[in-house]
């Protein structure tokens, strides 16, 4: 079975542009859910996407916005970049379980705003 | 304010010895616990997980302790091998109401001296 993909691996940006990274599931995964890793704040949660509903939301600012596809693939997109942007976005798949044990990342994806 | 606390940014330990990687959190509300390991490159892969009704939890070299009245939790690793050098994340949930939404520690750098 194919892992958790994510596009593109690496991006650049500058500050004010929008982005949107994509992640494909693990197939027959309905759940996605998304990170940001930085190393002053750690992994962070972004936001969860269940059956193209978002289910659980992170504190993050509404410059970061998310969907889910029929296909279960989810897209995340961060408006106005700023600086502190920059990390590492991950994303997980996970079946259908009672608890969140089985969540399975992708490789990340690595932002760096200019 | 973190809720997980991962308070040793790195451990060195040599091979065949213990290691033990620590965690504290303070919501009362998580009730369920994981631990991933994340090589470079890569994104976290699921180790180890305990529920508040236990104690204690094991698979074959990983043991998780917790202690709910401490608000504490730890990793065991025996005996520690070479390929277990990575960063290990502790990770809280707070059941199933919260679906997929982990909150994750800052993470320790695990380091297995041959």
């Known amino acids: 079975k194919a892992g958790v993909t994510q596009t593109p691996r690496y991006l650049i940006k500058t500050r004010g542009q929008q982005v949107t990274l994509s992640c494909s599931p693990i197939?027959?995964?309905?759940?996605v859910s998304w990170y940001q890793q930085t190393p002053g704040q750690g992994l962070q949660f972004l936001f969860e996407?269940?059956?193209?509903?978002?289910?659980n939301k992170g504190n993050f600012p509404g410059r970061f916005s998310g969907r889910q596809f029929s296909n279960s693939r989810s897209e995340m997109n961060v408006s106005t970049l700023e600086l502190g942007d920059s990390a590492l976005y991950l994303c997980?798949?996970?079946?259908?379980?009672?608890?969140?044990?089985?969540?399975?990342f992708g490789p990340g994806t690595r932002l760096t705003v200019l | 304010d973190q809720q997980v606390k991962q308070n040793s940014p790195s451990l060195s330990v040599q091979e065949g010895r213990i290691s033990i990687l620590n965690c504290d959190y303070t919501?009362?509300?998580?009730?369920?616990f994981l631990w991933y390991k994340k090589y470079p490159a890569e994104g976290p892969t699921f180790l180890i997980s305990?529920?508040?009704?236990?104690d204690k939890n094991e698979d074959g070299r990983f043991t998780v302790f917790l202690n709910k009245s401490a608000k504490h939790l730890s990793l065991h690793i025996v005996p520690s091998q070479p390929g277990d050098s990575a960063v290990y994340f502790c990770?809280?949930?707070?059941?199933?109401?919260?679906?997929?939404?982990?909150?994750f520690g800052g993470g320790t750098r695990l380091m297995v001296k041959p």
């Open positions: 997980a798949s996970s079946p259908p379980a009672l608890f969140p044990d089985e969540q399975f």
């Open positions: 197939s027959g995964h309905r759940s």
């Open positions: 996407y269940f059956s193209e509903t978002q289910r």
């Open positions: 919501n009362s509300m998580f009730d369920y």
């Open positions: 305990i529920s508040s009704i236990k």
């Open positions: 990770a809280a949930s707070a059941g199933h109401n919260a679906g997929n939404m982990l909150t």
